[in-house]
């Protein structure tokens, strides 16, 4: 007899495994593979001692050991959410008070990446509109193709998403009837995964003028997810796109403990108007009825003791050794390539190399080749939704210099290198098995 059939939702249907799991898989089926694919932050940075420190604090006392173990609260640790508000002001030089922002404003979620979802799940219907930036963090597209919702983009620069140009699209929704479907416009705003640029200090105001302007018969918010705000390490820090939104109305300010402390934490943060709040939580309640407690109150007693602050400080010095150990290699490797250009990051860990004359897609011959080199990177292709025909840009490749070692990552870059001499050759053997 042929098994009875699963019936399925039609989220389910619309929820693909994410394109790069096959990538990952063979990292970690590959000895001697460099990975510049996966997001991982650095290894030896991780900061176990001072995690080891505040957890055996913890459990030192009975009380706060109990207080840990036992379920927390849906909207999370209230110290905590006061720690995470209080840092965001500070580093963007303002009082809660002044941008209308209190501790009930902030929730505490199962990283980031939550955030996101719940947010989804709290404003799309399927066909509904979010604009993002091209190319964005392509886990984002996936999560928007499980909600139904359709992405249209908007190009970057040097300087982020480009506001002429969102204007236009704003502008050509509204001409067409579709603006009341427009409900998010997103935008990873410091050292952009994928391509670590950030969006320039005068694009954040217009950022929320345009959405004020355009929210005609309901609100369009602003996904702001700063994940990497805090690995800056080259000039002064931005104020964030919330900083702007004094009234608490516009703006979903997300941002985590995963890239600047540890991502086994899996805490992330929000600060959320009121009314996205609420049914957020209801929501929330439904997923987990609150994230992991032990992981909250650990990353509070590291913001209270200084080891947080300090720490971040020093993965600023671990990833700017790594950015320019790239960037270099880059230089001596692909300087006198044609037409080969990079970004170079003021923070995070994204350089995205375009190879006009190579095509990087996932099925090309240059990812086929840099496998058969030992080197994996991601093809800038899953960071883009197809265009009205159908186009994807295909002569793109993210390098995260996050997980790679020092010594790796010259000899990455030179293995990049070497694929890109052997299809010129045309001597590849490799064959992949998929
Ligand atoms: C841009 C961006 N946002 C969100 C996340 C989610 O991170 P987490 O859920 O660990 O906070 C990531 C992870 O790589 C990311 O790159």
Not at 258 to 269: M, N, V
Request: hydrophobic share 40%.
């Amino acid at each position: 007899m042929p098994p009875v059939p699963l019936s399925r939702s039609g989220k389910s249907h619309r929820t693909a495994d994410s394109p790069i799991s096959y990538f990952i898989q063979k990292a970690l089926d590959t000895p001697g593979l460099i990975s510049f694919a996966a997001g991982l932050v650095d290894e030896g940075s991780l900061p176990v001692d001072e995690v080891g420190a505040a957890v055996a604090e913890i459990v030192s006392d009975p009380v706060s050991g109990r207080a840990a173990l036992q379920y927390g609260s849906t909207q999370g640790l209230p110290e905590l959410r006061e720690q995470v508000l209080n840092l965001v002001c500070a580093a963007d030089g303002v009082r809660p008070y002044d941008v209308n922002l209190t501790p009930a404003d902030v929730c505490i979620t199962t990283g980031s990446q939550q955030l996101l979802y719940l947010l989804g799940e709290v404003l799309f219907d399927p066909g509904d509109i979010v604009i993002t930036e091209a190319p964005s963090y392509f886990v984002f597209h996936s999560l928007l193709q499980s909600h139904g919702a359709k992405v249209l983009t908007v190009p970057i620069d040097d300087g982020g998403m480009k506001m002429d140009a969102l204007e236009s699209l704003l502008e050509r929704l509204r001409r067409s009837g579709e603006l009341p479907r427009v409900k998010v416009i997103y935008t990873v705003d410091y050292f952009q995964n994928p391509t670590g640029l950030t969006l320039a200090l005068d694009r954040r105001p217009k950022l929320v003028e345009l959405a004020r302007r355009f929210s005609t018969d309901h609100r369009i918010l602003i996904l702001e997810d700063a994940a990497y705000r805090e690995l800056r390490f080259t000039g002064a820090d931005l104020p964030s796109v919330k900083r702007f939104d004094t009234t608490n109305e516009y703006v979903v300010y997300t941002s985590t403990f995963s890239k600047p402390c540890a991502p086994g934490l899996k805490t992330g943060y929000a600060l959320v108007p009121p009314d996205v709040m609420e049914p957020m939580m209801h929501l929330k309640g439904s997923h987990d009825f609150g994230s992991a407690n032990l992981s909250q109150h650990i990353a509070s007693r590291l913001m209270a003791s200084g080891a947080y602050t300090k720490h971040a400080e020093e993965l600023r010095n671990v990833y700017r050794k790594k950015r320019d150990l790239m960037l270099r290699a880059m230089e001596s490797e692909f300087g006198d390539f044609p037409a080969a250009r990079w970004t170079i990051p003021d923070g995070g860990f994204y350089v995205w190399l375009t190879l006009d004359a190579i095509d990087t897609g996932p099925s090309g011959e240059f990812v086929l080749a840099a496998l058969e080199t030992g080197v994996l990177f991601v093809p800038g292709e899953f960071g883009h939704v197809p265009d009205e025909n159908g186009h994807v840009p295909n002569n793109e490749c993210r390098l995260c210099f996050g997980v790679a070692t020092e010594e790796q990552i010259p000899e990455g870059i030179r293995r990049l290198r070497r694929a890109c001499a052997a299809i010129s050759a045309g001597n590849r053997t490799f064959v992949i098995q998929t």
